[in-house]
């Protein structure tokens, strides 16, 4: 095989690989801030029971994530229909493990990422001064307008580096998605890896690995340069 | 003056980098030479029966060159082991693989053992061929009530197959089985038998493709899931002898029987798990 084929045939996964990263992007950045709200909430057992979420979330590793959002609503289901059986319940889960893994990759990465900016949302709302809220208050801002128009604004400046780490981070995750048999870019260069006995597919993964965060990088730097009037 | 430093360290990193680099390239030598002298040099001394196989080097796992330049592999081991238990001293030829029996027949080699495919067209040809100790052959497995009956009722379907097997070596885009491959509506490959057959339980796929041995294990343990057999992929491999050879065989079989009975075929199978589960003396 040649270079050149190893790198058709990789590039074929490559938008999987673009799938899992927007996708995972798209729900987890709105499900972090719900997520963080509710970490921030006044409610004792709304916030300890997110708290715990997170923990969880943050303190299991993604590839056991991602096997147990594939395969345990099947296990699950197993488990409950034999227990229907036992004690004669009228009713029976008929689940079956996805047959598009895009959908379970993407659940498992959107939950596990949402934790990470969950926290990184926080500690940028823990970081405005109480002042502006006076203020705000003072100037007869109603609470919603006061976070969307004065907080959340400054909030996104001052987390932007992080949640660039994050969102690269995020780019080297995507391979993860071999362990439920998603044939993303790794996926396939582990194959070709495989069948040539060769280790040019691993170089030709780290170099589109690169060139994908070399992008992110650039597209964040203008994002973090676009937004920097709000610096004092 | 900063300059100077600067310039100073640089070349003092080249230094020491490219003696590093040349360090390297000197120490590995000499490992190689001591090895392939000790093994040609210790049966020459009295009058043994010499028995010099004959393999593709370029076969591995089964006999390649490694990386200190000596002829090795399972049936290299294998075929060393035995000619130590006769007592016969142990020689390696690389044929050509194109020309193999006919360079068996010319006598510069006394067998053909190199995961080599039995065919019919050489017992015909009156060849000598030992029993089949491998085999290559890759079945479906299905749930019990699962609808494919044979390997056309793939068709559409997706079918599970463990990564870096000869399975998925069979149906890869230059396979033996990539014909049938192509009717698949996917083909999912995982990392692991375990992962396949979990897919398969949970109608995740419809099929999993895999060797006969391993299958037949999961079907004596696991109710629900039934084999389809159709020597897809079907090769067994044997060695050659010549026509007039049988002592030969005989002797080699008896051997080898004989490891096999004392586990020294086993613990050498062990080197290479790639091919441990298609060794029908270890399967049967």
């Known amino acids: 095989m040649t270079l050149a084929t190893m790198i058709m045939k990789m590039s074929e996964g490559l938008g999987k690989t673009c799938a899992i990263f927007f996708l995972t992007l798209l729900f987890s950045l709105p499900l972090g801030m719900i997520v963080a709200l509710l970490r921030r909430s006044k409610i004792k057992v709304i916030s300890k029971i997110t708290q715990f979420c997170i923990s969880v979330l943050r303190g299991t590793p993604l590839m056991l994530q991602l096997l147990a959002v594939t395969y345990g609503p099947y296990y699950l289901s197993v488990a409950v229909n034999k227990l229907s059986d036992l004690y004669n319940w009228s009713f029976y889960l008929d689940i079956s493990i996805s047959r598009n893994k895009l959908i379970p990759v993407v659940i498992a990465f959107a939950i596990n990422y949402a934790a990470y900016f969950a926290e990184i949302y926080r500690s940028g709302l823990e970081s405005m001064p109480v002042g502006q809220y006076e203020a705000a208050h003072v100037l007869g801002y109603s609470k919603p307008q006061t976070f969307m128009k004065i907080i959340l604004p400054q909030v996104i400046r001052r987390i932007l580096p992080s949640m660039t780490n994050e969102i690269v981070t995020l780019v080297k995750d995507t391979s993860m998605a071999f362990t439920v048999s998603y044939q993303e870019m790794f996926t396939i260069g582990k194959q070709v890896a495989n069948s040539q006995t060769s280790f040019v597919p691993f170089i030709i993964a780290g170099v589109f690995y690169y060139i994908f965060n070399a992008i992110v990088g650039f597209v964040m730097g203008r994002v973090e340069k676009s937004m920097s009037y709000y610096t004092m | ?284």
Not at chain 2, 28 to 37: G, L, N, V
Not at chain 2, 104 to 116: F, N, P, R, T
Not at chain 2, 209 to 228: C, L, N, Q, S, W
């Open chain 2, 1 to 284: 003056m900063k300059k100077k430093v600067v310039a100073l360290l640089l070349a003092a990193v080249l230094v020491v980098l490219t003696l590093g680099l040349a360090g390297c390239g000197i120490t590995k030598k000499p490992s190689a030479e001591a090895d392939t002298t000790s093994t040609t040099k210790t049966a020459s001394s009295n009058e043994k029966k010499v028995f010099t196989m004959g393999i593709d080097a370029e076969y591995p796992p089964f006999s390649y060159m490694d990386d200190n330049g000596e002829y090795t592999g399972f049936d290299v081991e294998i075929c060393k082991a035995a000619c130590e238990r006769l007592g016969w001293e142990f020689k390696v030829f690389g044929v050509n693989w194109d020309e193999k029996l006919i360079q068996l027949d010319a006598g510069e080699c006394d067998c053909v053992w190199s995961g080599m495919t039995i065919l019919p067209s050489m017992k015909e040809a009156g060849y000598v061929i030992s029993e089949p100790y491998y085999d290559n052959t890759q079945v479906v497995l299905v749930k019990d009530s699962s609808p494919i009956k044979s390997s056309a009722d793939l068709a559409g379907k997706s079918v599970a197959v463990q990564l870096g097997t000869s399975g998925e070596a069979l149906l890869a885009e230059d396979g033996d089985c990539a014909d049938l491959s192509a009717t698949f509506g996917e083909l999912v490959t995982c990392e692991s038998f375990l992962k396949c057959f979990a897919e398969l339980e949970g109608n995740g796929v419809d099929a999993v493709f895999v060797d006969a041995p391993v299958a037949k294990t999961y079907v004596a343990e696991h109710e629900g899931f039934r084999i389809i057999d159709e020597n897809l992929g079907a090769e067994q491999y044997g060695i050659a002898f010549r026509a007039d050879d049988q002592a030969n065989c005989d002797a080699i079989s008896g051997a080898v029987n004989s490891m096999v009975e004392d586990g020294t075929y086993a613990k050498i199978a062990e080197k290479y798990p790639d091919i441990v589960n298609n060794l029908l003396f270890l399967n049967k």
